[in-house]
């Protein structure tokens, strides 16, 4: 039996991370999953939104990277960074992988020093917990304005080196001492385009009195997970976060919760940790430890002129094959952002990609199956990611490298195996219409259904082991967590699921 989420107190410890959550935080969150509608209904929700979209307009244009005013681009180097010395810049890395499908390459990554904060508020109205959702148009939105976390800024944001106007809310996570903090860990971002980027994850719950601006709303996590089932609506920094809340522990079933075999049921057991699991969690740390020793991952920093295989003119930086990303320039125009005009350097992705998880259950207790996965941004190599993780245009035809040994099991899958399916955004702030289809497909139950197949990056893991993971830096990646968050949001879908 997993015994990976203990019921201590919510008392911080001396690093300023919480203590892990007690089953009165968990049921909290699992009664909030369980509301259908809170102080705006989901109608008056649609209304409100929908003016967001209406007033909320940028005027985004591509132009030449050369072109980009604020911007200089380094002699000798040819990286790419602002004048201030502040915010990012686009370098140049060098990658040595000891096995996988290319265990050579350059490429541009983005570096980016300061950690931002990614933070939302939580507030009980009559009882259930409602969470402060942001309006935000970000340049690289294709659909434009999508619901962000109350606070989504970088230090340079909230300091006001841009000198724009203040961030609202900011206050709350910076004196969050004076609040319930539920959710305090950094976590990683895109590890195959960030080089080491960190963000402080946070939620705080308050009992005072909240001023409500224009560009927010609150809104129960039921309503919250409904909204995941759409596209283009609940935004990266936004599925992070949720990703990180105490969803699992003893207070994962509510009372009056009647378990029974459907996936509802399955998925209240996975986050409950008490019906068992496949691998106890002492041995999936083991795991995740030895494959960060045996993956040798080796990162070097090079010029941006010295990428190999990439090309390089007035527009864009881009591969010679035309796959993977390019580098591009944006021109910005916006009136509600605390800037009012900007150019800045994006990545652009070179096609959709796929996010999946296989899950199944055993005993009941639903299983989703993670890969331990090398990726050259990340500071420990390597961390947990979904069963499937890719751009698949990015391949040529023939064998399928050994990570994406399930890619054509999740994209072949029979739509009544598809639990979960919808197209999201990735961090509008870097990166241009980048665009990911989320999946969740069941298999058949038992242990039989798939197993490693002898390649040790794959194991089976609970709700409850993903969430405990999530308390804890660089364990879990971002693809995963926004799909855990996917995943966790079906515990607050419509009763059809009670059929299955």
Not at 182 to 189: A, G, I, K, N
Request: aromatic share 8%; with cysteine.
């Amino acid at each position: 039996m997993a015994e990976d989420f203990p019921t201590t107190s919510s008392a911080t410890r001396p690093s300023g991370r919480p203590a892990d959550a007690d089953a009165d935080a968990v049921g909290r969150i699992a009664e909030s999953s369980l509301a259908r509608e809170g102080v705006v209904s989901t109608a008056e929700f649609r209304e409100w939104y929908a003016e967001r979209q209406r007033v909320d307009v940028a005027d985004v244009r591509k132009v030449p990277l050369e072109a980009l005013a604020g911007w200089k681009v380094e002699s000798g180097t040819g990286n790419i960074a602002h004048e201030s010395g502040r915010f990012f810049s686009v370098e140049g890395v060098d990658v040595r992988l000891s096995d996988g499908p290319w265990q050579s390459w350059s490429q541009p990554m983005i570096f980016q020093q300061e950690i931002g904060t990614l933070g939302l508020i939580m507030k009980r109205f009559g009882g259930t917990p409602h969470f402060l959702m942001q309006a935000k148009n970000e340049p690289g939105n294709h659909n434009g304005v999508q619901l962000s976390p109350t606070v989504q800024a970088t230090r340079s944001n909230y300091t006001r080196v841009h000198r724009g106007s203040a961030v609202p809310y900011v206050e709350y996570f910076q004196e969050a001492h004076r609040h319930r903090l539920l959710t305090d860990v950094l976590q990683s971002e895109q590890g195959s385009w960030f080089y080491r980027k960190r963000n402080r994850n946070m939620v705080v719950e308050v009992e005072e009195d909240v001023e409500q601006l224009e560009n927010f709303c609150w809104l129960t996590l039921g309503q919250i997970s409904r909204l995941l089932a759409e596209d283009d609506v609940i935004n990266m920094d936004s599925r992070t976060v949720l990703g990180c809340l105490p969803f699992a522990g003893e207070g994962a079933v509510p009372p009056g919760f009647e378990l029974g075999d459907d996936l509802r049921s399955a998925l209240a057991r996975s986050c409950h940790g008490g019906f068992g699991a496949l691998h106890p969690m002492a041995a999936i740390r083991r795991w995740l430890n030895d494959q960060r020793v045996v993956t040798e991952l080796r990162t070097r920093q090079v010029p941006l002129n010295e990428v190999v295989g990439w090309e390089r003119s007035e527009e864009v930086v881009e591969h010679e094959d035309r796959r993977f990303f390019r580098v591009v320039g944006v021109d910005v125009r916006s009136g509600s952002r605390e800037v009012k005009q900007w150019t800045q350097p994006m990545i652009q992705p070179c096609g959709q990609g796929v996010i999946a998880f296989l899950v199944a259950r055993f005993d009941g207790v639903l299983h989703a199956l993670v890969n331990a996965r090398p990726q050259p941004g990340f500071l420990d190599g390597v961390e947990l990611a979904p069963t499937v993780q890719c751009t698949p245009s990015n391949y040529l035809p023939g064998p399928r490298p050994p990570h994406l040994r399930y890619l054509d099991q999740v994209l072949e899958a029979p739509a009544d195996r598809i639990v979960f399916d919808s197209v999201h955004s990735e961090e509008g702030g870097r990166f241009y219409h980048a665009r990911n289809r989320y999946l969740v497909v069941e298999l058949d139950d038992g242990a039989g259904v798939v197993d490693s197949g002898g390649d040790d990056a794959f194991r089976w893991m609970t709700l409850n082991q993903l969430s405990a993971l999530t308390r804890h830096s660089y364990y879990v990646n971002i693809e995963a967590r926004s799909l855990t968050a996917c995943l966790y949001s079906l515990f607050g879908a419509t009763e059809e699921l009670s059929t299955r």
